[in-house]
């Protein structure tokens, strides 16, 4: 049974940057399509971009690029994400999820909050 | 981007009742929507993928149909458990992109 486990809250200074790990158990690493979501409070879910660690580049939306990173490290089947710049906009709940084709299962998420 | 339109953003229903949500796509996203229950303080939860197959484990009081622009959610019968929100998602294109959520209250 596919499992992600996320890292733990952060909490950031506006303009520095945060990094969220997601680790991938129950298959193989190299078939998994893990896609960064993120939800502000209050509000709904957001795509951010996605990797398919046996393949690719990863693909982001528009509205990150430049300011998002998705790697994924084989030898620890871990998907991270970094997202820079940031602003108190980005304060929000950050999830990974398996994404084929809806997306399923989603990790516990991790809270972002961006404040000075 | 394709932009998804949900209605409605709020309903206020009772145990046993009928419930349905459509969900609007911009442009023709032919079977790949995928419907999700959110409730608070959880991951949202993948309930129907490419318009009307039904995870594995969902109950079948969920049911999903449409293809093309237009989808509907359907509960038979609203249980007690079902009270959240509910998003629709299309996958056909990048970016992926949600409906806003219907919150389903008592």
């Known amino acids: 049974q596919v499992q992600l486990v996320q890292s733990g809250a952060e909490v950031r200074k506006p303009g520095s940057s945060v990094k969220v790990s997601c680790k991938a158990s129950?298959?193989?690493?190299?078939?998994?399509?893990i896609s960064w979501l993120r939800q502000a409070p209050g509000q709904g879910l957001v795509w951010m971009g996605q990797i398919n660690p046996g393949f690719g580049s990863p693909i982001y939306a528009q509205r990150f690029q430049g300011r998002l990173t998705i790697s994924a490290d084989e030898s620890t089947s871990t998907v991270l994400m970094e997202l820079n710049s940031l602003r108190s906009e980005d304060t929000a709940i950050y999830y990974c999820?398996?994404?084929?084709?809806?997306?399923?299962?989603w990790g516990q998420g991790a809270q972002v909050t961006v404040s000075s | 981007d394709i932009q998804m339109t949900q209605s409605p953003s709020s309903l206020s229903a009772s145990v046993g009742d009928r419930v349905t949500i459509t969900c609007r796509a911009s442009q023709s996203i032919r079977f790949s929507l995928n419907w999700y229950q959110q409730k608070p303080g959880k991951a949202p939860k993948l309930l129907i993928y490419a318009a009307s197959s039904l995870q594995i484990g969902v109950p079948s009081r969920f049911s999903g149909s449409g293809s093309g622009t237009d989808f509907t959610l359907t509960i038979s019968s609203l249980q007690p458990e079902d009270f959240a929100t509910f998003y629709c998602?299309?996958?056909?294109?990048?970016?992926?992109?949600f409906g806003h959520g219907t919150k389903v209250e008592i």
């Open positions: 129950g298959g193989s690493f190299r078939a998994f399509s």
């Open positions: 999820a398996d994404s084929s084709p809806g997306f399923d299962p």
């Open positions: 998602q299309q996958s056909y294109a990048y970016p992926r992109t």
